[in-house]
């Protein structure tokens, strides 16, 4: 998980051996600790992992600094929407950061992840930049989908990130299509396809459970259950909310998502499961701290009280703080350091983004064929009536 | 820039209200006229100044208290929907006929279907136009064609599909489209669109009753934007009947939906420059009212569509296509078609790529001086 602190070379430094260096953790840093999750698994028709997890200092450090990352740029991106410099629809992650940071820790950039639209820090993780997530959500062309895409359509070829899709339950087959191609090239590859609790209720998904036990796909089906579709808590969508065991014949286990070991322990287990008999589903039990979307203010459909009783008992990055210090590995003051070294880099990239360009609008035509095959259109003014542009 | 100057100009042209003593008076200009209210009662009680989805909200409580056996469903319905058009009914009909469906259009529509099958006015709520995809195939193959292929035993009339529809501004890919087209090619279903909240509320509850199975698509842009005075009681507007609601002489302008207050802002503007414009709200998509525009275009010798849906394959086609076989001898210019590109409706280029003000006088422009 260090990549995430390598992501760009400009704005940002791998810092957190520099900064925990006076503890001697650079030398110290990859001596083996073992933590327990914080609850145990469930297992639907498997038997569960163990709660103990191996991990060092170097990764306890990494986890806790990239999900302050993560949960700044949330952060960030609300004030720049509120400010108008984002728009369209815009949703955000914070409070699920664990799921994120733990499937990275536990797989590699070859195997595949496809997501929903709640894509920003699935794409950090996969090693996005700040610059390309600032630049993607203002529409500059230094965004990852070249500002084309917007918040929802986040995408990373290189790392196998799939994106980033409006649909929602859509990506869920397309990652069984993954899994089938990497399981015809004779990869040992995983596809993780990600989907919420409401895109659960999808008819779409019960097809690709189908398609993928049928044919023993590697793919890992994730449910990140934040027990809400936008205002619908899940018991009133869903007969039964135990979206681990929805799978029938699909293997299942449920995870709590707020707990990065147990993500992280969850995915490993999920992957070495997959490449051997199929498809497995993991529920993870996770919570957003934001509305669902930015013009959802998040509190007319759930108490206060539930959103802090989480935030205080079960916040994932509290969680990493608290066995950080309690392994003695850094000192609070060098916690905050790293918040306000994670706070800078924001900024910096968020300044960085301004100054990028606005995308072209001759993009508008393109992308929308393979270059050459042509569409014809005409410009705002009406100027350039049935050119055939590239 | 645009975009913000598009959305004054449907600020505008919808709502001719000027305040005086304090009160709203209406100065009616392009949204309609009371005259082609249907009702059994020409006096009307009140009318008051509503937006778009008030006016629907307000269909929608008299769809239900006037009929028991309808019933109002969708994604988050039961708390109001995402742009509060249902409002307040399951508190007073009940959950029981007012009710949040999960996440699931195939499931939705299908469901309606059965509903509407057994007799009842199944009234489901599509949460964005962009999401009526994975309900395509019953909209299509179930709904369209229950009543033919059963030789006339069995039909889903009672069912009306309501979902928002077009551009906002900033709403990108999913949340912007205009897929009216693709239900145009469907025999068996109507396509209704209304362009102002007085319009929405006849129309809708015509839908309702209407004993066909229909597609209302409601545009979103003008929800909150538009405001005029909506009769408080019951009333219904015809289907497939167009409406003039612009008098011109040198050229026909048709459209449907949002883009009407758009077109209108041309007329204006082409008026400036000695060219009179006739404007039509076709209202109905399928089956249309072909008579009106063939008479309009009749008199003006000219015609130009506008739809915010991509140009190729639009409903814009249909309508130039039948025009010009029944007005051939007396087109003076080829027919005009002002839509959306044939692009996915973008993001960042949404300015770029509707069928703006400026495009439209420039057609009108190069039609009449053909
Ligand atoms: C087919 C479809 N229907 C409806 C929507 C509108 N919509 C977007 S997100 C959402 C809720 C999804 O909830 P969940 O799957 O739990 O994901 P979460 O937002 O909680 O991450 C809905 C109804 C959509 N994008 N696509
Ligand atoms: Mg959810």
């Known amino acids: 998980m260090a990549q995430l602190t390598h992501r760009s070379a400009n704005l940002l430094k791998p810092i957190s051996a520099a900064v925990f260096a006076t503890r001697g953790l650079t030398t110290a840093s990859t001596t083996p600790i073992t933590v327990e999750t914080s609850l145990p698994f469930t297992g639907h028709k498997i038997d569960p992992p163990s709660r103990s997890v191996e991990t060092t200092p170097q990764e306890l450090l990494s986890f806790y600094r990239d999900m302050a990352l993560m949960r700044r740029m949330e952060i960030a991106a609300d004030s720049l929407y509120k400010a108008k410099l984002i728009r369209g629809f815009c949703h955000l992650y914070d409070g699920q950061e664990a799921v994120a940071v733990g499937m990275e820790a536990a797989i590699t950039k070859k195997d595949c992840i496809i997501t929903a639209y709640r894509d920003h820090c699935i794409y950090l993780g996969r090693g996005g930049t700040l610059l390309e997530t600032f630049s993607e959500l203002m529409g500059r062309k230094d965004g990852c989908s070249k500002g084309k895409g917007g918040s929802m359509h986040f995408y990373k070829k290189d790392s196998g990130f799939y994106g980033g899709h409006g649909i929602v339950g859509a990506q869920i087959p397309l990652g069984c299509g993954l899994a089938f191609a990497q399981k015809y090239n004779k990869e040992e590859h995983v596809t993780f396809a990600m989907y919420g609790d409401g895109a659960a209720n999808q008819g779409q998904l019960f097809e690709a459970l189908n398609m993928a036990a049928l044919w023993d796909l590697p793919a890992i089906l994730v449910c990140e259950n934040n027990h809400y579709g936008m205002g619908t808590a899940e018991w009133r969508a869903a007969k039964s909310p135990a979206y681990y065991k929805r799978g029938d014949y699909v293997p299942g286990l449920k995870v709590d998502g707020m707990d990065a070991f147990a993500v992280k322990q969850a995915c490993k287990f999920a992957k070495e499961h997959a490449l051997k008999n199929g498809p497995i589903i993991l529920e993870m039990d996770t919570y957003r701290y934001h509305g669902h979307s930015m013009s959802d203010p998040g509190s007319t459909y759930r108490t206060r009280d539930e959103i802090t009783g989480v935030r205080q008992e079960r916040d994932p990055i509290e969680r990493i703080r608290k066995l950080i210090l309690a392994h003695d590995l850094a000192t609070e003051k060098e916690l905050k350091d790293t918040e306000k070294e994670v706070r800078k880099e924001v900024d910096e990239a968020i300044a960085k983004a301004k100054e990028s360009p606005l995308a072209d609008p001759s993009e508008l035509f393109t992308n929308v064929y393979v270059k050459g095959f042509g569409v014809e259109s005409f410009g705002a003014d009406r100027k350039e009536v049935r050119a055939v542009l590239p | ?370």
Not at chain 2, 98 to 118: K, Y
Request: a negative charge; aromatic letters at 10%.
């Open chain 2, 1 to 370: 820039m645009a975009s913000s100057l598009r959305r004054i100009a449907r600020l505008s042209l919808i709502s001719r209200y000027t305040s005086t003593d304090g009160r709203w008076n209406t100065l009616r200009g392009l949204s309609t006229a009371t005259d082609d209210l249907n009702s059994p009662n020409q006096c009307w009680t009140s009318n008051k100044p509503v937006n778009l989805f008030s006016a629907i909200n307000q269909a929608l409580h008299i769809a239900l208290e006037t009929d028991p056996r309808a019933y109002v469903f969708g994604e988050d319905v039961g708390f109001g929907g995402v742009f509060r058009c249902t409002t307040g009914l399951a508190d007073r009909f009940g959950k029981r006929r007012v009710f949040n469906t999960p996440l699931c259009e195939q499931g939705i529509v299908g469901f309606a279907i059965g509903l509407a099958a057994m007799g009842n006015r199944a009234i489901a709520e599509i949460q964005f136009a962009d999401y009526i995809f994975p309900a395509f195939d019953q909209i299509v193959n179930e709904a369209a064609k229950f009543r033919y292929r059963s030789g006339n035993q069995f039909n889903c009339g009672g069912l009306t599909i309501r979902a928002p529809y077009g551009a906002v501004g900033h709403g990108g890919h999913y949340h912007s489209q205009s897929p009216e087209a693709f239900f145009c090619h469907v025999p068996g279903i109507k396509v209704v669109i209304p362009r102002s909240p007085q319009q929405a509320k006849g129309l809708l509850l015509s839908c309702i009753r209407d004993p066909n199975p229909v597609v209302f698509f409601e545009p979103k842009w003008l929800y909150r934007l538009a405001v005029e005075e909506v009769p408080e009681q019951d009333f219904m507007l015809p289907l497939s009947e167009a409406e003039v609601i612009r008098e011109g002489s040198d050229i026909t302008l048709v459209g449907w939906g949002a883009q009407l207050s758009i077109m209108e802002q041309a007329c204006v503007e082409a008026e400036k420059d000695g060219i009179s414009c006739e404007l039509i709200d076709l209202k109905t998509l399928i089956p249309w009212d072909k008579e009106t525009v063939e008479a309009s275009v009749n008199k003006t010798g000219r015609l130009l569509v506008s739809h915010e849906a991509p140009i190729t394959g639009g409903f814009g086609a249909e309508i130039s296509a039948s025009i010009v076989e029944r007005c051939f001898l007396r087109l003076e210019a080829p027919v005009a078609r002002v839509c959306g590109l044939d692009t996915p409706f973008p993001l960042v280029f949404e300015p770029f790529y509707l069928p703006t003000k400026n495009k439209m006088l420039d057609a009108i422009k190069s039609t009449v001086n053909y």
